[in-house]
């Protein structure tokens, strides 16, 4: 069993930055890959950002690519989502999530179905 607790939301001005936060409980932190989700407000919940076990596997959607950075510290098992450049689209409550990294997570990481065990969610308001 893994819980997931994000912090580090808020509100900010278009182009400024945030970092959030996921903290986990249990000692196989270092075992699972890590993502990042988000949900605005009457849309469908969409992939933001992951990352395996290797800190050199890390995987974004087109429309963060270039402005987020997904990184984990497994000694605090915690894995962030530092956010610059934000906009208005992404305003959103962003959600992390865990799923065991077996070898075919290439191949579905971008997939929320598949992971098992999710955050409360934190919001981000980005305002023009």
């Known amino acids: 069993q893994v819980q997931l607790v994000e912090s580090g939301g808020g509100v900010v001005q278009a182009g400024g930055s945030l970092r959030l936060s996921c903290a986990a409980s249990?000692?196989?932190?270092?075992?699972?890959?890590m993502g990042w989700f988000r949900q605005a407000p009457g849309k469908e919940r969409e992939f933001v950002a992951a990352?395996?076990?290797?800190?050199?596997?890390?995987y974004y959607a087109d429309s963060v690519k270039g402005r987020f950075i997904i990184y984990r510290d497994n000694a605090k098992n915690t894995v962030y989502l530092q956010m610059n450049s934000l906009k208005p689209e992404d305003t959103a409550v962003y959600y992390c999530?865990?799923?065991?990294?077996?070898?075919?997570?290439?191949?579905?990481?971008?997939?929320?179905?598949?992971?098992?065990?999710w955050g409360q969610g934190t919001q981000v308001t980005v305002s023009s």
């Open positions: 990352m395996r076990v290797s800190a050199g596997n890390t």
């Open positions: 999530a865990a799923e065991q990294d077996r070898a075919s997570y290439s191949t579905y990481y971008y997939l929320g179905n598949r992971y098992d065990y």
């Open positions: 249990g000692r196989t932190f270092s075992t699972y890959a």
